[in-house]
């Protein structure tokens, strides 16, 4: 019955690669969407904030 075992343990790895493999275009994706949306927040909070961020930088 070992066998068995570890022939199914290496399927499933298999199909955890397969699965990894074809999802990676939709992380990739996904990770331009997040860097492009926090770039955008960051960018929106300089705006809103810079006095107050250039008279910190002053002290």
Do not use: H
């Not at 397969?18 to 960018?43: H, I, L, P, Y």
């Amino acid at each position: 019955m070992a066998p068995m075992k570890g022939n199914v343990l290496k399927a499933n790895k298999s199909a955890v690669r397969k699965q990894k493999k074809g999802s990676s275009s939709d992380t990739a994706v996904m990770r331009r969407k997040v860097k492009q949306t926090f770039a955008d927040q960051v960018e929106a909070f300089i705006k809103r904030y810079r006095p107050a961020l250039e008279a910190l930088a002053k002290r």
